[in-house]
């Protein structure tokens, strides 16, 4: 249907608004890497009002009578037919987000988001010291903010609902209750059977001393090779590697290299190069409108675990790169075979660290901390007990109690910044990324022969024309069908890492 | 007076506006900084947008009605009398430029900025061509611009002076004309006799190649000893060196590195080093206001030249840390003695361009774009005279005419964003440092021992003391009445460049 002079002229002004919005969303995303990758400690508490002042002010835009508005008015069905689905679902993003927020008073929500930034480097202290009790009042500010939220947005399901919505679109703890079940029930005893495995991968080599100039030389090469666009990005260190696109030019990465451990920086970069590939590669024309970022935090995380895993752990790429590692370290790699260090790199420990499991426990550290943030948001448990329950969890699914909660409660950043309900969707990247993984495996049968030849390009695109470049114009829903014609099924995970670690241990 | 508690709650709400006008200019200067220091090229498009958006955003708060009404009603004098000397400074300021911003209708404001940006461009272009007239009818309307301003704002004296105000308030072309004859009369013969004399150093040396490394150690190893506070700050690169204060607590300086000239990146050091030190050290009650920065540029500069120059080119500097210096470049300056090297880094002669210029015909550079910018304002010179003009002024100033107008009336990037008025303050600042200079030697009578021994701290702890603290709390006129005892005077400046250029080149 032809649009009307009024209903475009109507839209243009919309899109102003919209774009403002984007704006005040990269000056934010800036204000906040630059927090993490080295602006000066005592500049800090200013920066997080900083940052409370504009987060504020995004919160107003996007809470406006302006906003409420034009969503109504290109809601109605008589426009909303003239409306391209694009549009349609720009409406329908911006009308969630604003009846969402409209139900917070914008003070309330200002001083969250200051907290919440003062509270990140309180944490990063605490985490440095081993000292929950400098961090609790904090976290307990942090719970308390989101609980009064809760109320707010209103109670679904269960409370814990509310928060799981956030990051994964129309998610419940019904469904996710189910999909980890059915997984847990295929994953234990795989990984029964790999303890019980006489085969045990020799790992020793992988904790010498690796120069950091050495590793970052590597990792930069990496990033080039599956297609990362340095002229739309860059790579910065940082506490705890993330990326952060903050517009399709300018999308970024960082990383932390350790002296002893030569593929935490590898593997990082491979996975937050997949995140930043996915949002260097949204369409052009999305730019300046909420659908300009990946779907969901699940399909991003699929992303960037498909990288990092499925192709950065496999042995067709090692048979490619593995040389070129040598190089970089020709002292502790020379008298390595590749096989040795294929076998090392996924070996499989039940360790305390999250992001420095195996992909296969990997899925135990989320289920736990689902578990435990259900248990917050729906049984109300308290923060000055997250130590106790958070180790008796490890013991109880890991079979190992942290021996300080720096290795334990402390490890993560996310509930520094209020981000409960995002744990859950990284097992949903492992889901989604297997399912993903098996379509293309049909769809590009040289896949393997591809990697080995370390022409990654034709995956990058593959995944840009099936995926990336829609950005949030289609569900997660609608990407997981769209791609591989089912909805969401956990098996194709555990169906992968059945495959490959009963070859690798010889089970 | 004590304040009544209706004026307390105001003031509250008056606080909270300008908290949120801080936080405003630190995102900018963020994003700015960002650009300049390594933001990837594709994202710079969005990134200008985003720029555009928040600055907007900015001039909407300082002349939105609500300042209107506050600065009215703390402008009252029975409420005045009820403020403290900082608030009634605050308010006149504010109030100040509320009335300038608001005089200009918002529709040609948006008309200039948008032609000052696009003329940046151009002027690029134009230099790098050496075209003067491809920027030519920019630069006319960026000067009819100028001059309606200036109608909006209200002619004082003169229609310049209205120019000269914003970047040093209160200063005058009468003034102006004032220092600037009586220092060209005690300049220009110094500058003769240098000319004229047998003694030139030998300045070779200095533009052998010199490690960037080095160069990097070196210049943190100065700061340092400066007293910059690198927990409140950091040193990046950029093609112009500058610095930029977010926050007392985050300010940061840029250099740049040129491999065959070992001064460069030194002296742009100490020179953004001693911006630095002044917005480092500004009182901490005074952040979330718009006091919380320099009280001029005129000021501004008398701190950077200060450090840059009366005492990062002098001899006692060097004679403590010349040995530093050489054991960063054993290779180039074990043969070259420290008095070789002192009469190398204050070689004075006639050149071209001003930012190479040395500290004593540097003043000369300045004068001749007073001189020709009061013509355009003052008497009308047309634009398409101005090369003309330049030369003929650099012929009877300095003896020579440049060859080219890409070195000559092109060089400078100020003209074509709009900043006239700007240069003059560059030639104050040299003014005001030698004044400053003088009382400090007074006051600290082991002034030239200090810095021998490298004990820089108590002239920063002065300094700090008497100037920086302030911030934009006194005005110049006042900073440099209570720490000299009189007002700025120029033959303070001739008698440390006669004293010092006498000896140097034995006149």
Chains 1, 2 share one sequence.
Not at 103 to 109: A, D, L, T, V
Request: aromatic share 12%.
């Amino acid at each position: 249907m032809e649009m009307e002079q009024a209903v475009k002229d109507k839209w243009e002004a919309f899109q102003e608004l919209l774009s403002k919005i984007s704006s005040y969303n990269e000056a934010i995303g800036l204000l906040h890497w630059d927090l993490q990758t080295g602006a000066p400690r005592k500049g800090i508490e200013v920066r997080s009002g900083t940052i409370g002042v504009l987060t504020g002010e995004l919160f107003r835009l996007e809470t406006s009578e302006e906003m409420g508005e034009f969503t109504a008015f290109f809601g109605t069905p008589e426009v909303a037919s003239q409306l391209s689905e694009v549009q349609n679902k720009i409406i329908k993003d911006c009308r969630k987000e604003y009846e969402r927020s409209k139900s917070i008073p914008s003070k309330k929500f200002e001083e969250y988001a200051a907290l919440a930034a003062h509270s990140q480097s309180i944490w990063e202290e605490a985490k440095a010291n081993d000292d929950f009790a400098s961090f609790e009042p904090f976290l307990s500010k942090i719970v308390a903010f989101k609980q009064e939220f809760i109320d707010y947005w209103g109670v679904k399901d269960t409370r814990y609902d509310t928060l799981l919505d956030m990051y994964e679109p129309d998610l419940t703890v019904a469904k996710v209750d189910e999909l980890f079940d059915r997984l847990r029930s295929r994953l234990v005893p795989l990984v029964e059977a790999i303890s019980a495995s006489p085969n045990k991968p020799d790992t020793e080599f992988l904790s010498q001393i690796y120069a950091k100039e050495q590793q970052e030389k590597f990792g930069l090469f990496v990033l080039e090779q599956m297609g990362y666009d340095f002229d739309a990005g860059r790579l910065d260190e940082s506490v705890h590697p993330f990326a952060t696109g903050l517009n399709p030019g300018d999308v970024r990465i960082t990383t932390n290299y350790l002296l002893d451990n030569v593929t935490s920086a590898i593997f990082s970069s491979l996975h937050e190069g997949g995140h930043a590939l996915y949002e260097q590669n949204i369409s052009k024309e999305l730019v300046g409108t909420p659908l300009s970022g990946g779907t969901s935090m699940g399909i991003h995380e699929s992303q960037s675990r498909l990288w990092e895993n499925m192709i950065g752990r496999s042995r067709a790429f090692w048979q490619r790169y593995y040389g070129d590692l040598q190089q970089h370290f020709p002292e502790q790699l020379t008298e390595v075979e590749v096989e040795q260090f294929y076998r090392a790199i996924n070996s499989v420990a039940n360790s305390f660290i999250r992001i420095e499991a195996d992909e296969l426990t990997y899925n135990l550290h989320i289920i736990i901390r689902y578990e435990i943030e259900k248990l917050i948001f729906n049984e109300g448990l308290e923060v000055k007990e997250l130590p106790k329950t958070w180790n008796a969890k490890y013991q109880e699914y890991l079979g190992i109690t942290p021996p300080s909660d720096a290795l334990g409660v402390l490890q993560d950043v996310h509930w520094s910044g209020g981000d409960f309900g995002y744990f859950a969707s990284y097992s949903l990247g492992n889901m989604y990324a297997a399912q993903i993984l098996n379509t293309l495996r049909k769809e590009l049968p040289e896949f393997d022969s591809l990697i080995a030849e370390g022409n990654l390009i034709p995956v990058k695109e593959w995944l840009t024309d099936k995926i990336y470049r829609f950005g949030k114009s289609l569900t997660p829903a609608q990407i997981i069908e769209q791609v591989t014609g089912e909805p969401l099924n956990p098996d194709y995970l555990a169906d992968y890492l059945e495959a490959k670690y009963t070859e690798l241990y010889k089970l």
